[in-house]
Every structure is written in structure tokens, then in C-alpha cells.
């Protein structure tokens, strides 16, 4: 059922977007919201359901694909996304009939807002990933065989490109070799699907998910009270409430494509006494309680100031910061074979299999 967004459902998404991801262009996110909630002063944005659509309708994914450059530090100038769509419906010979967020957390659960109301296209409330990955390989589309390309971009200068590959691999290699020389990051559409592909492949109500965690966190109620609510709508479980006790960068190799300097953040939980150790390659890949696994991707993990209950950013992280670590089951299609294969820790370059794999 299609839905009229509010600007509070703006605002709250904001807060869901960054809750479901730690690491987070703060500046970006801020700047695209306050794009967004002018543009609604004169048009009204829908949210729609995939079920609304002709299943032989034409969507696409669009989001933000950055390598090495953050987007406040060049912003675009705001035909990007356009530019984009358009190159994709001359490559198919095909209108566009609706666009969904490539990832439903960080900046790219925010620019489909955006992009829907330059457009006119609806937004779908469904994604491809359920929560945000760093590879655009590493999506339940993928899982599903849909295709990735074409793939339409549109870099800081204005340049064009647009990627025809069949394995999403080498489309990742690729696009990621363009992103730099497009200057850093690069507005992107792909994943062009018909709505009936969405709707047996995609993940279903991510986006009014994160308007409701918003809606959670901005509440004024204690920090208590947000934490059930929170553990209700997504099953989470607070691994610790643990002190931050030492903080490492790690020269652990990452593959090409993985963005990201690896880290290790080390806490002590001073009630039990256990140590909490996190793994960290743009997210949160894997908790340690005593060296056991509580969490591992694609899990997904969150840490909250302890006396606020607000997200605490990985960059913001620091020796003597007490933490809640809240842990919770990413998007059902990923504990399965294929899922495992594209996103548990071994993907990332750590040698350890999900404790879910013997299960899947």
C-alpha cells in the first residue's frame, strides 16, 4: 500500500539510516535530509510497495558508491541520479517505472528520497541488501541471479560511464576502478529488474524499518524503554554493556573493493568481567565475548551510548566510552547457502565461518 511521507518520517528515517550502520558521512546524511524535507515544502513523496507495481514494471537500485572521498567534501550537484536513470532507460530501451535504495542504512537509505522527488517515481519500501554492505556484489539480488548491469554512473565532474558485465565480481572491479577516476564517488543506478524480480529477490519494508527505529530512537523515553522496543521490532539481543579499554588499527590485507582499514576495538564489560572484542571493516564484522562468537556478519551490530541510547558512530569510538553492544539477525535470504558465501567473515577476509553455516 502506497504511503504519503511526512517530514517527521524524514527525520526519523535519517535516524534509522544511521542506526543500522555505524560507520556514517554524518555531514552527508544531514545535507541530503535537509535536501530532502525543502523539496517536500512543494511536492509530495510516496512510498510505495512492490506489490503496488505491474510485476513487469522496470526498477532499479540507486545509490551512492563511494571509494576514498567523502560526498560533503565534493557534493554532487544534484542532476546526478537523474542523469543516471535516464542513461539506464537508453540502455534498455525502457521507462523506468519506480527506484529502490541500493542499501536501506547509512546515506544510501536517504537518497532514494531524494531522487523521488526530482523524479516523480515512487520509492519502492523494499532493498537488496537488508542493511548496508560495502561491496554492490554483496546483495540478496545477487543471491537471486538477477543481473547487476547495466550500471549507469555519474562521478564528482560530471562524467558518464556505464558498466555492462555480466558477473558481479568483476562489475565490483570495475566500477570500483571507476569511482577513483570519477573523483572519488560516483551516483549510481543498477540492479534494472522488473518489480516481480524484487519481489521474490529483495528484502520487504526495509525503508519504513528504519522510519520506525527512528521513531524509537528520537522518542523521548528512557534509554531502557527504547532498548525493548528495539529488541522487539528486531529481535536484538545487548551482547554487554562494556568500557572501551583499547582501540588498534590492524595491517590485516583487504581485497580490492573492500573500502575500508580493518581495526579492532577491545571493551570490558566490568559487571561480568568478559571482554567484548569487535572486529571493524566499515562495519561491525564480528563480536568476541571471551574469545566466543556472539555475533559475526551478516549479523548486524550496533553500539549505543549506554546513558543516552544514541547511536554511537565507529570514528567517534574512544578509550573509557561505555557502550551498549546490541546485536541482531540481518535479512533472512543471507543465512542461506548463497548468502553465507557473499557476506560471512571469510568474505572479508577473516578466517571464520558463520556459526549458522552447518544449519544452512
Request: proline share 6%; hydrophobic share 45%; glycine share 6%.
Amino acid at each position: 500500500m502506497s504511503t504519503q511521507l511526512t517530514a517527521d518520517d524524514v527525520r526519523h528515517l535519517r535516524t534509522g539510516a544511521h542506526f543500522l550502520a555505524c560507520a556514517i558521512d554524518p555531514t552527508a546524511i544531514h545535507v541530503y535530509t535537509d535536501m530532502v524535507l525543502r523539496a517536500m515544502e512543494h511536492q509530495s513523496l510516496e512510498l510505495t510497495t512492490v506489490d503496488e507495481l505491474a510485476s513487469d514494471d522496470l526498477v532499479v537500485a540507486v545509490g551512492m558508491v563511494t571509494q576514498g572521498l567523502f560526498i560533503a567534501d565534493m557534493p554532487p550537484v544534484g542532476d546526478e541520479f537523474l542523469g543516471c536513470i535516464k542513461a539506464m532507460e537508453a540502455s534498455l530501451g525502457r521507462r523506468v517505472r519506480a527506484i529502490y535504495p541500493l542499501a536501506a542504512a547509512n546515506i544510501n537509505g536517504m537518497i532514494p528520497l531524494m531522487v523521488g522527488l526530482q523524479s516523480t517515481l515512487p520509492v519502492i519500501d523494499s532493498d537488496p541488501m537488508g542493511r548496508v554492505f560495502p561491496l554492490i556484489s554483496q546483495t540478496t539480488l545477487n543471491i537471486g541471479q538477477v543481473p547487476i548491469s547495466p550500471i549507469a554512473m555519474m562521478g564528482v565532474t560530471g562524467e558518464r560511464a556505464l558498466v555492462e558485465a555480466n558477473n558481479p565480481q568483476r562489475a565490483e572491479t570495475l566500477v570500483r576502478a571507476l569511482v577513483t577516476e570519477l573523483g572519488g564517488w560516483a551516483a549510481t543506478a543498477m540492479y534494472p529488474c522488473t518489480a516481480a524480480q524484487l519481489k521474490a529477490h529483495g528484502v520487504h519494508g526495509s525503508v519504513s524499518r528504519m522510519i520506525r527505529i527512528g521513531q524509537i530512537q528520537d522518542a523521548e523515553t528512557s534509554v531502557e524503554r527504547k532498548f525493548l522496543m528495539l529488541a522487539e521490532l528486531l529481535d536484538a539481543t545487548r551482547v554487554a554493556r562494556a568500557r572501551v579499554s583499547h582501540i588498534e588499527g590492524l595491517s590485516r590485507p583487504t581485497d580490492l573493493g573492500l573500502p575500508a582499514q580493518p581495526s579492532s576495538v577491545t571493551l570490558e564489560d566490568e559487571s561480568t568481567g568478559q571482554i567484548i572484542r569487535l572486529e571493524i571493516q566499515n562495519e561491525i564484522l564480528l563480536v568476541l565475548v571471551d574469545g566466543a562468537i556472539a555475533a559475526a556478519v551478516p549479523d548486524m551490530v550496533t553500539l549505543l551510548n549506554s546513558e543516552h541510547g544514541t547511536v554511537v558512530t565507529l570514528d567517534d569510538v574512544r578509550v573509557g566510552n561505555v557502550v551498549d553492544v546490541l546485536t541482531y539477525p540481518a535479512a533472512a535470504q543471507w543465512y542461506s547457502q548463497a548468502g553465507l558465501d557473499l557476506a560471512e567473515p571469510t568474505a572479508f577476509g577473516i578466517p571464520l565461518r558463520h556459526p549458522r553455516r552447518s544449519h544452512a
